[in-house]
Each structure stands twice: as C-alpha cells, then as structure tokens.
C-alpha cells in the first residue's frame, strides 16, 4: 500500500512511493495531496521561467513555504499576489511510464510544470488584479503526466491578486494544493461525483421551488392565507440556497465564485428569518417582540460581514443557531397547547434531527464522513422532511376550511327549505312580504356559494397548468440526463485511449466531454428561465403595459392548454401547427393579461376540436358548463 506524501528532513522534498491510494477523506478521489512545504520565490518579472522551472536549477537559497499561503503564515518575504513555487519528488518505480493526474485546488491562476516542461494552466497570470484572469478549479479537468524516473521536479507558477483583495469571510487561504492521482480511476470518480452532486443540486432548487410555487398559487386563488404565502417565500430561500452551493463552489469565473462566497454570511443571516416569519403566522396571532430582535441583528451582522473577516462569521453562526431553537421551541409550545396540526411539522423537525444525529454519530462514532452521505442525510432526511410537513399542515389546513364552507352551505339549505315550507303556510301579506325577504337573503347565500364553487373549479384548473409547467421543465432536464450518459460513453473511451497512452485521442475526448458540459450548464439556464417565465405570468396582473414578445407568449400558452389537457385525459391529442409573424416585434400589453386571454382561446379551440363522448369516462369539468375553466373574471 502507499505510504503518504513526507516530508525529507523539512525541506521541500517528498516521497511518492508505490501505488496511489483508492480515495481519500479530504477529496474523495483517488489522489495525494502534496500537502507539504515548497521551495518560494516572489514573482519579479524579470527571472529566467526556463531556468528556475529547471530540475537542475540550484533552489537551496530559496524560502521555504507551505503553498496553501494561509493568511496567518504567509511566507517572511511577504505575498503580494504573485510568485514561483518549486517542489523535489522522489517516484518509486512502480509509478514511472504510467499516465498520472495532477490536479491542483486554487482560487486563482497558475502554470504547472514539470521538469520544466508546462504540462497544465489554469486561467492567466497577471502582475496586477486587473491583468489577472483568475479561475476556480473544482471542477476543472486534470492535466496529465508521466514519470520516467526517481527524481523529478515541480514548479508551480501562481497569482491570487483577486482573492487577497477581495477575501470573502471564512477564506483563510490564498495559495493552492497540489495533488497527484491515477488517471483513470481519478477521472471516473470525478464524473461520478459529478452526476451525484448535478442530481442533488437539482432537488435542492425544484423541490423547494416547486413548493413556492404551488402554496404561491394557494395563496392568490384560496383566500389570500397569508400563511401561504410566507411558505412560499421561505421555500423560495431555501431554493436559493442549492443555486449558491453549487455557484459558489462550481463556477469556474472566480469573481462570480468570490462575489457569491461573500453573500452565504448574508444568507445564513438572513433566510431563516423567512421560516420563523412562517410559524410565527401559523401559531401567534401577531408577531413576537424577539422576531423583531432577530431581524435586526440579522441586518446589523449581514453588513458586517462586508467589512470584516474575523469575529462576524462565528456570530453569524450563533445567531443561525438561535433562529433554529427559537423554531424548534415555537413548535413544541404549540404541541404543548395542542394547537391544530402542529405535531405534524413537529414530526418533520425530529426528522430532521434524526438526520443531524446520524451525521455526528457517524463522525464521532465510527470516524466516517463522505459528502454523499451528508448531503443524503442532511437535505433528503432532514431539510426536505421539515417542508414536506409544513406543506402538509398548510393542506390539511386548507381541506378542514372546505369541509366547513361545505356545513355552513349544507345548514344554509337546510335553513332556505324549512324557510319555504314556512312561506306556503302564511296567509298574511306582512308574512308574506318577510318571507319575499328571506328568500332575496336566501338568494344572497347562494350566489355567494356559486362564487366559492366556481373558486373551487380554478383550482382545479391550476394543476392542469402545473402540468404544463412540469412538462416543459422536463424538456431540458431530459437533455441533462442524456449529455451526462454520454459523458460516460465518452470517459470510458477516454480511459482506453490512456491505457493505449493514445494522449491526444484522450485530450479530445476531454475537450468533448468539456462541450458536453457546456450544454448541460446550458439546458440548466434553459429550465431555469422556463420556471422564471411562469412565476412571471403567474403573478397578478398589474395593469401596466410593457413591451412583450407576443409570438413567444403565444407559444408559450399554446404548449401549456395542450400538456394541461393531455395532464388530465391521455387520450386527448391534437395536431398544432404555428405560423408566426417573425417581424412583428415586440408590442406593448399587459403581459398577464394577454397571456390568460390566449390561453382561453387556446383552451377553448382544442375542447371544440375534440369535444368529450356523452359516454366517455375521462375527467372532462365541463359538461353542462362554459368552456373553458379559465373563463372567468
């Protein structure tokens, strides 16, 4: 078995021997960090590259230097953003002639070489933040070496002006790791990671988004429940907190990674307030005193954390941990009380601590931690239960108001027959004129039941549209899922072109993978622009006009009443053909508006297209009423 990269009396000298190890628990790919100190030079401008990146070139005057360059050991010549980092490996001969991976971990730009040879880059190098293209290489692909002997040098040639300007909170380093790992196996494990992390990433923003969107609708089309609405803001937020994990840590532009690293103190401060607005609405009849506490320390860290790197993140984590006492104790004075439904999301924070304790039994217990299984635990277990619960509550919530508009509907009936029996047996006209106003009441009561009726009938018509939506996201998520099985074709390709030391064949294979990538990022703008065009027309109608593409909102709701009505009876199909005028431009409407106006029409064509059968079974709303169920005022 190997034996990990040491360190040869200090210096700058390391062992690679024997094999290299199946994972590790610091990447979790079967790599070795070059973890160690390096031979450090301040970048002047002026030294001979070919020369000092040279395994014969004499480095013993050189400072030694860990190349992580953590802000509290910097080297004594001081970092002032750039410079040359070299580094003496002694191979064992069981590694040389094999294709190895290097890859290096960095928030900034660099050149590898070896022996002085350039063998990988990473962004371009610059004398001054502006000059300097910096690049996050989390996702980056690995360069590729061999070595044909015991003694081989690497220099490593490295800028990080962005970072040491512009150090978000809890970044603490401002160098780079250098690590080296099987090619092959390395490259398979990191597509693996990938895919799991591209299909976490996936639930942590539909899920939540889909929820926001839904108890949105609720909250517009069933009687304007305001506690709707502050869950479909806090599922909202949590949302975004898939969108940052993977931004800041995927992106490969290093100021977006760096703009965004520096909002999670922002967030963390901020977005619980979003779910402790929510059970404040479900169980206070006005908002707590402390809430207001919250939010002002919120505010006050949130534009600390701008200006500060030291003690604001550990209170930010505090009072992060404040806001999930203050929830957890909310609940359980509510199952105290016994108020309605609160053991139901109180079941949802036990399984969510469930999910915390599995994660620190396994880490203090049995000493085990792997990313897949604490993001399984933590979000799949413990987050997603909490608003599965929450949404819970809000339906039942929802189905015990409607079976009590249902009694007091039954009771007024019942109220307007004993009414009529009475008219029939008066003989007076006094009596007869009050009983004329009993039933005008009775009249009032009815009309007011037919509203809440055809109320009822929108909001069957919203999951229709729901299953527009979900179609058309499904669209780009399928082209997802099809790149990523290709990338897999075509890394299996790749490593039979390594194996074959084919390295040019293995370089295009990873230029397409990097092509197949691109697309993926692609499609996955696409569905998010899909999601945000629906909660656009989804929203009330403002009134004011705005320039619109009336040929795209057009096609828009034509696809949306065919998947609707396909949604809600499979054998209905119709053939759609669109003739659109290209040069129409774009014209001022009220974007809402038009949208429910070419919907109905829409609607309306295909049920005359293909009206029901008077004995077909399928679950047709219609018979006996208007059109289309979007028809109303």
């Avoid at 094999?98 to 040879?117: M, T």
């Avoid at 690293?261 to 977005?271: E, S, T």
């Avoid at 990097?514 to 989804?538: C, P, W, Y």
């Avoid at 040069?583 to 064509?605: E, H, M």
């Amino acid at each position: 078995m190997l034996s990990l990269l040491q360190a040869q009396g200090g210096g700058a000298t390391f062992y690679l021997k024997d094999t290299l190890p199946v994972s590790t628990t610091v990447t979790s790919n079967p790599c070795i960090l070059i973890d160690g100190l390096w031979k450090y030079h301040p970048d002047d401008n002026a030294y001979p590259l070919d020369q000092w990146t040279s395994p014969d070139f004499d480095d013993t005057s050189w400072e030694e230097t860990p190349s992580r360059l953590s802000v509290d050991s910097l080297p004594k010549t001081g970092w002032t953003g750039s410079g040359l980092f070299r580094i003496h490996l002694l191979v064992d001969s069981m590694l040389w002639n094999r294709p190895l991976a290097i890859y290096i971990v960095q928030k900034g730009a660099s050149e590898i070489y070896l022996d002085g040879k350039l063998v990988a880059k990473y962004g371009i190098l610059g004398s001054t933040g502006t000059t300097e293209t910096g690049v996050s290489t989390m996702t980056a692909p690995p360069g590729f070496i061999i070595f044909s002997k015991s003694a081989h040098v690497i220099s490593v040639r490295f800028s990080s002006f962005s970072i040491l300007h512009n150090r978000p909170p809890g970044i603490t380093d401002l160098g780079f790791v250098v690590a080296i790992g099987n090619a092959t196996t390395a490259t398979q494990q990191g597509l693996n990671n990938l895919k799991f992390f591209r299909t976490i990433e996936s639930l942590v923003i539909a899920i939540p988004l889909t929820f926001s969107l839904l108890h949105f609708l609720l909250f517009l089309f069933a009687g304007r429940i305001r506690s709707n609405l502050y869950f479909a803001v806090f599922t909202f937020v949590i949302s975004l907190w898939g969108i940052l994990e993977h931004e800041s840590f995927f992106t490969v532009d290093l100021h977006t990674a760096l703009t965004l690293k520096r909002l999670w103190p922002a967030y963390a401060a901020l977005a619980p307030l979003t779910g402790l607005r929510f059970l404040y609405a479900l169980f206070y009849p006005k908002i707590p005193k402390q809430f207001w506490g919250f939010t002002l320390a919120a505010f006050v860290l949130t534009i600390a954390s701008w200006f500060t790197n030291k003690i604001v993140p550990y209170l930010i984590l505090i009072l992060f941990l404040l806001y999930i006492f203050e929830m957890l104790r909310v609940v359980v004075v509510a199952i105290r009380d016994k108020k309605q439904g609160a053991k139901i999301i109180g079941f949802g924070f036990m399984t969510f601590g469930f999910s915390l304790l599995a994660l620190i039994i396994a880490g203090l217990v049995f000493h085990y931690f792997s990313l897949h299984f604490f993001y399984g635990m933590l979000y799949l277990v413990g987050v997603l239960g909490i608003l599965i619960s929450m949404s819970l509550y809000l339906s039942l919530s929802i189905s015990s108001t409607n079976k009590n508009l249902e009694a007091q509907t039954q009771k007024s009936l019942t109220l307007e027959l004993e009414n009529a029996r009475n008219e029939i047996e008066l003989e007076k006209a006094a009596e007869l004129k009050q009983a004329y106003q009993a039933l005008e009441e009775s009249h009032a009561t009815l009309k007011a039941t037919q509203a809440q009726l055809i109320q009822s009938e929108k909001m069957a018509s919203l999951g229709e549209l729901t299953a527009g939506i979900a179609h058309e996201i499904q669209n780009p998520l399928n082209f997802v899922n099809n790149f990523s099985e290709v990338n897999t074709e075509l890394i299996d390709e790749m490593k039979t072109e390594i194996d074959s030391q084919n390295m040019a064949e293995a370089k295009n294979l990873a230029d397409a993978i990097k092509e197949n990538q691109e697309k993926i990022t692609f499609h996955g703008k696409r569905a998010d622009a899909i999601v945000k065009g629906m909660l656009q027309h989804s929203r009330s109608s403002s009134g004011v006009k705005e320039p619109t593409d009336i040929n795209a909102l057009a096609d828009e709701y034509l696809r949306l009443a065919y998947h609707g009505l396909r949604a809600k009876d499979k054998s209905f199909n119709a053939t759609m053909k669109t003739d659109y005028d290209e040069s129409l431009g774009k014209i001022n409407v009220v974007p809402q508006d038009i949208g429910r106006v070419i919907l109905n029409l829409i609607t309306n064509a295909f049920y005359a297209v293909s009206p029901p059968t008077p004995d077909s079974s399928a679950p047709w709303p219609l018979k006996g009423k208007k059109l289309c169920p979007f028809c109303f005022s």
